[in-house]
């Protein structure tokens, strides 16, 4: 069973793309979380929300409670955004995070 | 600020031979994981602590153990390793529980052959 799921996969953009990754999730959550892990392995935390939209820099991560989905969009993409960009829960029910298996982004100059 | 701290980067092990993964965090974080991450599926909870003195058990916890020895430190411990222990595991803390943001380190790629 998957609690989180991802799309796409796998995506190729042309630099300057706006690119949007999608995330829907079947569980009661409080958060949700986008994450960044880079080819190097580190991850990183990009926005936790519980409502609404964030934003930061070029980067902006929406969330719809009703539908279960959240969307990251990424502005004027530039090649050093390729990445891993994984969604993660924080479940309401359970103690513990759920993740989804990741979007990899590859950004062509 | 280092953040979270995780020692070693790499290892190769034998069948059978016991290694600890350190982690260490410098936030006063209340909370902290063990994870694995492996090819094709989400990061997988080994053991959390959800305060100093307490752990408990997560999804694959099997082959392992951890111990929370301060509110700094959380190590796990491979007792005698097995091929499918294979995989990148990764450190993370939280200030308070799920409804805070991950801080993760850098993770450590374990080869058990």
């Known amino acids: 069973k998957n609690e989180v799921e991802q799309s796409p996969q796998n995506l190729t953009a042309q630099e300057g793309e706006f690119i949007t990754i999608n995330c829907s999730y079947s569980?009661?959550?409080?958060?949700l979380h986008w994450l960044q892990q880079h080819p190097g392995g580190g991850i990183v935390s990009l926005f936790m929300l519980s409502s609404g939209k964030k934003k930061h820099g070029r980067l902006i991560a929406t969330i719809n409670i009703q539908e279960k989905h959240s969307s990251l969009h990424i502005t004027a993409s530039h090649p050093r955004d390729s990445a891993v960009y994984i969604c993660a829960v924080s479940s309401n029910t359970g103690n513990q995070f759920y993740f989804g298996t990741g979007t990899s982004l590859t950004v062509i100059p | 600020n280092a953040g979270v701290t995780q020692t070693p980067k790499f290892q190769v092990l034998k069948t059978g031979q016991s290694m600890t993964l350190q982690c260490a965090q410098d936030?006063?974080?209340?909370?902290m994981y063990w994870y694995r991450q492996d090819p094709g599926m989400g990061l997988r909870l080994i053991y959390y602590s959800a305060s100093e003195g307490t752990t408990d058990k997560g999804e694959v916890p099997n082959g392992y153990n951890v111990s929370r020895l301060n509110k700094r430190e959380f190590s796990l411990r491979l007792e005698s390793a097995a091929p499918s222990q294979t995989s990148v595991y990764f450190c993370?803390?939280?200030?308070?529980?799920?409804?805070?943001?991950?801080?993760f380190g850098n993770g450590t790629r374990l080869t058990v052959t």
């Open positions: 936030m006063n974080h209340n909370s």
């Open positions: 993370a803390s939280t200030d308070q529980g799920l409804n805070s943001p991950l801080h």
């Open positions: 569980v009661g959550i409080s958060a």
